[in-house]
């Protein structure tokens, strides 16, 4: 019996390219090409599954133009670059990585906080490039992270990752606003209070985003959410790009309305906002917030576990969409 034909549709470890061969037909992109839409689709002729990232879209215009594929496994916990409606209306199984990345990213969080509010990206560039002549009083002087008021937007798995590290760790007060309000237990084991979006952008010393991007979560920080923060906080993005306004928080930066940002993740990414370029005071990362050398294997791992339980016995670790199994 012939082998169900996936594609990798970018390039990944490869161990785990040699387990997918083990399975399936594999057609891989171990040259990271860059493709277009119309080339994703283009490879995606004849496949069954995709093993995608968080830079394929799959859309109604992909799915009508793929109409072998059955399934798609995100490497990625987001995905925003699927449309769910329309693969659950053709049929496509979409899957995720969540889980395996959680403390990873929990991890990178709270290290893009530290290196933000303590300016050590800005004062390490200062030291290169050979500008440090002397030891002075308020030199670098950033803000406090122990004993100091972490806000929280969105309050999922890595939130309350977050929440762990600044309660236990750092003597943080912790507060949160999020869809919908986390019960009892799961606020006492983090210690943080629910508060109305407003109040967390009024008291938060350093704000951290990790809410899933959508069209509604689209432009949540913007000018009129940075006007209430103080202007000693420092605001991180975890999450998606799009969730914050760039401009607004370049504009924000510039005028010292809030002291810092810590960004990850960017509206029209790898493109960055110029003006955010010019400005000492943000830490900019590239979209690497879970990559930890085994996070990101078992990340790989999972996506390829969820394409090869559905072709075993269409029972996916981690469906966001089971509801596309009944209809094959
Ligand atoms: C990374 O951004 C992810 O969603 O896993």
């Known amino acids: 019996m012939s082998h169900p034909r996936i594609l990798v549709a970018r390039s990944v470890f490869p161990e785990v390219i040699a387990r997918l061969e083990q399975h399936f037909d594999v057609t891989s992109n171990q040259p990271d090409e860059t493709w277009s839409k119309a080339q994703l689709i283009e490879k995606l002729q004849g496949k069954d599954g ?8 799959i859309d109604a215009e992909v799915l009508a133009a793929c109409p072998t594929l059955k399934i798609c496994a995100n490497m990625a916990v987001g995905y925003n670059n699927f449309d769910i409606d329309a693969m659950t209306a053709a049929g496509v199984l ?3 990585t969540p889980d395996v990345l959680t403390e990873t990213t929990a ?4 290290a893009l906080l530290m290196a933000t509010a303590r300016r050590i990206t800005e004062s390490e560039h200062f030291l290169r490039a050979g500008k440090w002549g002397k030891w002075s009083f308020d030199m670098f002087a950033g803000s406090d992270i122990h004993g100091s008021t972490l806000g929280i937007l969105g309050m999922g798995r890595i ?4 929440a762990r590290r600044g309660a236990h760790g750092f003597g ?3 507060i949160y606003h999020n869809r919908s309000r986390l019960d009892a237990a799961q606020e006492a084991g983090c210690k943080a209070s629910y508060v109305s979006k407003e109040e967390l952008l009024r008291s938060a ?3 951290v985003l990790v809410l899933p991007y959508s069209p509604a979560s689209h432009h949540s ?3 009129a959410e940075l006007a209430l923060m103080k202007p000693t906080a420092t605001l991180i993005n975890i999450a998606r790009g799009g969730i914050v306004d760039d401009a607004a928080l370049a504009l924000a930066l510039r005028e010292k309305r809030i002291a810092a940002a810590g960004l990850d993740v960017f509206e029209g990414e790898p493109r960055v906002h110029p003006d955010l370029l010019t400005l000492s005071n943000v830490v900019l990362t590239p979209h690497i917030a879970s990559a930890s050398v085994p996070t990101r294997l078992a990340m790989a791992n999972l996506a390829a576990d969820n394409l090869i339980a559905y072709f075993r016995d269409k029972k996916p670790l981690t469906p966001l969409n089971p509801a596309a199994l009944a209809s094959r």
Request: negative net charge; proline residues 0%; without cysteine.
């Open 107 to 110: 991890d990178f969080g709270f």
């Open 221 to 223: 920080i913007g000018a």
């Open 50 to 57: 995709a093993f995608t990232t968080g830079g394929e879209r």
């Open 159 to 162: 939130g309350q990752g977050i």
């Open 94 to 96: 979409a899957t995720n």
């Open 172 to 174: 943080m007060k912790v």
């Open 205 to 207: 010393d350093h704000l």
